[in-house]
């Protein structure tokens, strides 16, 4: 459902794309006693999990936040402990995820992370090009405003190149040089761990979506809750700016 609609609609609606701010980790592991990265590590165990669910929620298209272009600023040991946990579960997952039919893309600048992450990351992109019964895709050294810069780069060569008149840049192709471009728009962006900012995830792509924020710790968050979200999401009013036809 793009920013396109005029009207209303009324009734209950599935949320096919679903983004996900995973948050919470370090706090989950922190109360604990334990380091941050075993909170990371029981993250991406629920990552699993959630991916597993969505297919019988109705749910087509997910999208995770798992780094962001301001998470460099962590610790090293932390930073390289989560791009091991990435790396790992790329290899773990690659079988189970081409079993599912799930499709695995990335967003974000891949540039800064390390060859052999790259490596892996276009070839599960690659080998599950095929399928499409869940759309899955991982935000990596993601951040919004960082996208929208080089997408605004990527007009600006087009024009410079005289491949793209300056009348010709809509919204729609500027959206076609985004990270994301040929994704729909999320219809809900759910922030686990109590946090209520969007902290520079999908500014462009979420304009219209709906925000659900849950206290729940992302190692804690199950299915279940998911399944609540979804089903609070579809007694929503979405408006678009239009009015509700009777
Ligand atoms: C989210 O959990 C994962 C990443 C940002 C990589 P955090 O690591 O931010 O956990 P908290 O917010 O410190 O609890
Ligand atoms: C947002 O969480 C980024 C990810 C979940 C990957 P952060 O924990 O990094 O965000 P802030 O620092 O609370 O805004
Ligand atoms: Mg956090």
Redesign the pocket.
């Known amino acids: 459902m793009g920013s396109g609609e005029t009207s209303g609609q009324k009734g209950a609606r599935v949320a096919e794309h679903v983004a996900i701010i ?6 989950w592991a922190t109360n604990r006693g334990w380091p ?1 990265l075993v ?2 590590r029981r ?1 991406a165990e629920r990552v699993r999990e959630i991916v597993q669910a969505c297919p019988a929620l109705g749910v087509r298209w997910l999208t995770v936040y ?3 272009t301001e ?1 460099w600023k962590r610790s090293t040991e932390e930073v390289l402990g ?1 791009m091991s946990i990435f790396a790992r579960y790329i290899e773990r997952e690659a079988d189970k995820l081409a079993v599912g039919g799930v499709r695995l893309r990335f967003i974000g600048d891949r540039s800064r992370l390390d060859a052999k992450l790259q490596r892996l990351m276009a070839g599960i992109e690659a080998r599950t090009a095929p399928f499409s019964t869940l759309n899955f895709t991982i935000a990596i050294n993601y951040g919004g405003r960082d996208e929208i810069t080089r997408a605004a780069r990527a007009l600006a060569l087009d024009v410079a190149a005289g491949r793209l008149a300056p009348e010709a840049v809509t919204d729609a192709e500027f959206a076609a040089r985004l990270d994301t471009g040929g994704l729909p728009d999320p219809d809900l962006v759910i922030r686990t ?1 109590g946090e209520t900012r969007t902290s520079n995830f999908l500014p462009w792509q979420a304009a219209y979506a709906e925000y659900e924020f849950t206290p729940t710790l ?1 190692p804690d968050f199950s299915a279940g809750e998911l399944a609540e979200i979804l089903t609070r999401f579809g007694n929503r009013e979405r408006r678009f700016g239009g009015v509700v036809l009777a």
């Open positions: 995973m948050d919470g980790n370090g706090r941050r909170g990371h993250g798992a780094f962001s998470n989560l761990s992302w």
